[in-house]
């Protein structure tokens, strides 16, 4: 019985490898191109909804940036 259930287990296995694919779910990253007088603030406020400092601090994680000062035509990935 153990052994029915090992094979049973490793064909089901074997069928979701080959089954499975990847998902572009996930979509292309967003690129923003910095403007004159842009903030960090008034990007995260224009384009996430809710309290602002979540996305700067989101903001600031996927672009490695050291401080909230940002330059014109400077890209930044959205989150």
Do not use: C
Not at 5 to 30: C, K, T
Not at 65 to 74: E, K, N, S, T, W
């Amino acid at each position: 019985m153990f052994v029915k259930f090992i094979g049973v287990l490793l064909a089901g296995l074997v069928f979701w490898a080959v089954a499975a694919h990847s998902s572009d779910g996930a979509g292309h990253p967003r690129i923003y191109t910095v403007k004159r007088y842009d903030t960090l603030w008034s990007i995260a406020s224009s384009h996430y909804s809710g309290d602002p400092r979540a996305a700067i601090y989101r903001l600031e994680e996927r672009n490695d940036l050291a401080g909230d000062v940002v330059q014109p035509g400077q890209k930044l990935v959205l989150p």
